[in-house]
């Protein structure tokens, strides 16, 4: 197929095209933005089309692609990161809700346990504990998401040990 061919066959599933975009979107402006970022995508990978597959499958993925590809850019861009948090200071016992002495001790002996871990395993930990995901420790303490999963396992283990008394409670 050559370039005439292939921009009329562009043009004609132009249509097509919006309604997937409005499909995907749900909203005009992002679906007409969608529509255009697909069509010069289409456009630039022109030679990377092969003459016997669907072409309008195949442009339709590239805008589903896109799509996907720009919810993660705006998730991404919308995760907040809050740096100001104390990560050594777990204020469990003021939060924990729970009213009875035995409640409060058993709160107060987990904390000190989480305490008394070595700063490999309770920074991590206590970063998991405040709702960071594995990634975030990851990127926040310039370590592999490998190594920040088996500290944090590591860190349960060892907290497993020390309050094997308070499981039964």
Request: no cysteine; charged share 25%.
């Amino acid at each position: 197929m050559n370039g005439i061919q292939f921009q009329q066959k562009l043009l004609g599933l132009q249509e097509n095209m919006m309604n997937f975009a409005l499909m995907l979107t749900a909203n005009r402006d992002d679906a007409q933005d969608l529509l255009q970022d697909t069509t010069l995508k289409v456009l630039d990978n022109q030679d990377k089309f092969v003459d016997n597959v669907n072409f309008k499958g195949w442009v339709l993925t590239v805008m589903r692609n896109i799509f996907i590809n720009n919810y993660h850019k705006i998730v991404r861009v919308q995760t907040v990161v809050d740096s100001s948090a104390d990560l050594y200071n777990l204020d469990i016992v003021n939060d924990s809700g729970f009213d009875s002495p035995d409640k409060a001790y058993q709160i107060q002996e987990i904390t000190k346990a989480i305490n008394g871990l070595n700063d490999d395993l309770k920074v991590p930990f206590s970063m998991f504990l405040s709702g960071y995901k594995y990634n975030e420790i990851a990127d926040k303490l310039n370590v592999p998401l490998g190594t920040v999963k088996s500290r944090i396992f590591f860190a349960r283990q060892e907290l497993q040990k020390q309050l094997k008394d308070f499981q039964n409670s």
